[in-house]
């Protein structure tokens, strides 16, 4: 099955800011269902390096439709300001799955809106 959701996130250096939100649907735009599910945010480098991972308690799914999905970083995974990657996938035993994938721009605070 193909990637859901292809889209870029922007966060800020040193900071939680902003909470990090994706809407999952299929092609035909139908909420995927995924109570249950263990969902995993990777953040990495161009190389392939991990910056950080986030799962459990940081990555919740909530919505009439189970399909919303919110991770939580902390600034201490912000701290180095770049351009880096993502996946948020499913990873339940025997239902892998991509769920979005983009590029993830950490800039500096100093440029808040």
């Not at 139908?30 to 308690?57: H, P």
């Not at 991509?98 to 950490?106: K, N, P, Y």
Request: hydrophobic share 40%.
């Amino acid at each position: 099955m193909s990637i859901l959701v292809d889209e870029d996130k922007q966060v800020y250096q040193s900071t939680s800011l902003p909470t990090l939100t994706w809407t999952v649907v299929d092609a035909d735009g139908s909420a995927i269902n995924l109570s249950g599910a263990t969902v995993v945010l990777t953040v990495y480098a161009v190389d392939g390096t991990t910056l950080f991972t986030l799962s459990g308690a940081a990555v919740v799914i909530s919505g009439a439709s189970s399909n919303i999905v919110t991770a939580t970083h902390t600034a201490a995974n912000t701290a180095t300001v770049g351009h880096y990657r993502y996946t948020l996938r499913k990873t339940n035993s025997g239902a892998e799955r991509t769920l979005a994938v983009g590029d993830f721009h950490i800039r500096d605070y100093r440029n808040l809106p």
